[in-house]
Nanobody, 121 residues
Framework: QVQLVESGGGLVQAGGSLRLSCAAS????????MDWYRQAPGKQRELVAR??????TYDDSVKGRFTISRDTAKNMVYLQMNSLTPEDTAVYYC????????????????WGQGTQVTVSS
């Protein structure tokens, strides 16, 4: 069993910055993919940024403002969010595809509980 815990959300004014963190814990063999999604009220969950080995993807709405990074040794992923706007307000979710030590060839998808980001005008 793997636990994903997000942190770093909060209230900021437009133009401000936040840094989200996600830590994966458990009997982890490896993590193939770690990414960030967000879901605003009344909207579907959408991909914000994704990182896999040798590949990074951003949604067009955050390109140039958000940066995703990983610390593979610590099983962590970060999302640096700059120039925030009210449209960025959402619950941000960490997602990871993880293999356990006991079954190192079997990867499973896991979600964190989410962290609220609210940007005021």
């Amino acid at each position: 069993q793997v636990q994903l815990v997000e942190s770093g959300g909060g209230l900021v004014q437009a133009g401000g910055s936040l840094r989200l963190s996600c830590a994966a814990s458990g009997s982890i063999f490896s993590i193939n993919t770690m990414d960030w999604y967000r879901q605003a009220p009344g909207k579907q969950r959408e991909l914000v940024a994704r990182t896999t080995s040798g590949s990074i993807t951003y949604d067009d709405s955050v390109k140039g403002r958000f940066t995703i990074s990983r610390d593979t040794a610590k099983n962590m992923v970060y999302l640096q969010m700059n120039s925030l706007t009210p449209e960025d307000t959402a619950v941000y979710y960490c997602h990871a595809v993880i293999a356990f030590l006991r079954t190192p060839t079997a990867y499973y998808s896991y979600w964190g509980q989410g962290t609220q980001v609210t940007v005021s005008s």
